[in-house]
């Protein structure tokens, strides 16, 4: 029997080394670029840092306000939901944190996910399939998850990986489109340049696969904490275990399923198998954790 306390304090180490790789696989593709494209390195350097912090701090604000018009989300008030937004103001009190905004997405397949810059600007989203399938203490579970994500500054994180991949990717192709420019220009070079070329495509290649492999890594990571978070708020595993049960048993995708928010959702939003198994290669790609891995986890918290 894990506490939850021990679980935390051990995905949070996870995160901080994943997040130390990734920071490092970013810098290398700036400064590589700049290389490559003739500048002196540090100058290089400097350059692709002002373009990458104007390029996040524009993502960083406005990456909300995106990710809930993706997911097509309506936010609702105390008025129009008031069982809902009277759960989610408690859990809040609880968990010490403003109350976010809440917002109910029209969709049959029992999902939730959580978003923000910070817990002063957090907002919920849960789907109308999530209210119609779980009993209360089913869904106070679920909202005890998404809420542990605004609490332990989750949704700050996931945002800045989301805007990391996205320069990572942008690096990426500029290094693969100057390797294969230069690849064509090889015969006026004389030739000497043909393993930059190629160190240049393997990175083009190979960065972006893994980025995607480290975000997933520290969404899996970030899953299982907010789990053990929201058993400290409700201080009742079974809650959250149950829902998890129905949403793996519902298995349908969500209409509107998106690759670039899927790692946000509780669950994937592209649907499950129902038994909740997958294979080893599976595990590997997945934005989360095995399904049937965490309810296995929460009926072995010692609460």
């Known amino acids: 029997m894990s506490t ?3 679980a935390i304090g051990a995905n949070k180490r996870k995160t901080w080394v994943l997040m130390f790789f990734f920071s ?3 810098v290398l593709l700036v400064t590589f670029l700049g290389i490559y494209s003739g500048l002196e390195p ?3 350097l400097f350059f692709g840092l002002v373009i990458s912090i104007v390029y996040a701090l524009i993502s960083f604000y406005l990456s909300d306000k995106a990710t809930l018009t993706v997911a097509g989300a309506k936010e609702i008030d105390k008025e129009k939901a008031p069982d809902v937004y009277r759960l989610v103001e408690n859990l809040a009190i609880s968990a010490g944190v403003p109350t976010p905004r809440v917002y109910i997405i029209d969709d049959p397949s029992p999902n939730a996910f959580a978003t923000g810059r910070d817990p002063e600007h957090a907002s919920i989203a849960m789907t109308t399939g999530l209210l119609s399938t779980l009993n209360k203490q089913e869904l106070e579970g679920v909202l005890a998850h998404e809420l542990s994500h605004v609490k332990n500054y989750d949704i700050r994180l996931m945002t800045v990986i989301v805007v990391l991949i996205g320069l990572i990717l942008l690096v990426s192709n500029l290094i693969f489109r100057i390797g294969a420019l230069r690849g064509n220009n090889r015969g ?6 043909t393993i930059i070329i190629l160190v240049g495509i393997i990175l083009g290649l190979l960065s ?3 980025a995607q492999l480290i975000k997933l890594s520290i969404s899996r990571t970030r899953e299982y904490m907010a789990d053990q978070s929201a058993v400290m ?3 009742y595993p079974e809650g959250l275990a149950g829902a998890l049960e129905k949403i793996r048993d519902n298995g349908q995708p969500l209409q ?3 690759h670039a928010t899927a790692h946000l959702y509780i669950a994937n939003p592209f649907g499950s198998k129902k038994s909740g198994e997958v294979s080893f290669f599976q595990k590997v790609f997945l934005t989360h954790p095995p399904i049937n891995d965490r309810i296995k986890k929460l009926r072995g918290l010692d609460v």
């Open 4 to 6: 939850i306390y021990n």
């Open 24 to 26: 490092v696989l970013a």
């Open 42 to 44: 540090i100058p290089a």
């Open 188 to 193: 006026k070079d004389g030739g000497g340049a």
């Open 208 to 210: 972006p696969l893994i």
């Open 233 to 235: 708020l409700t201080r």
């Open 256 to 258: 509107r399923a998106n």
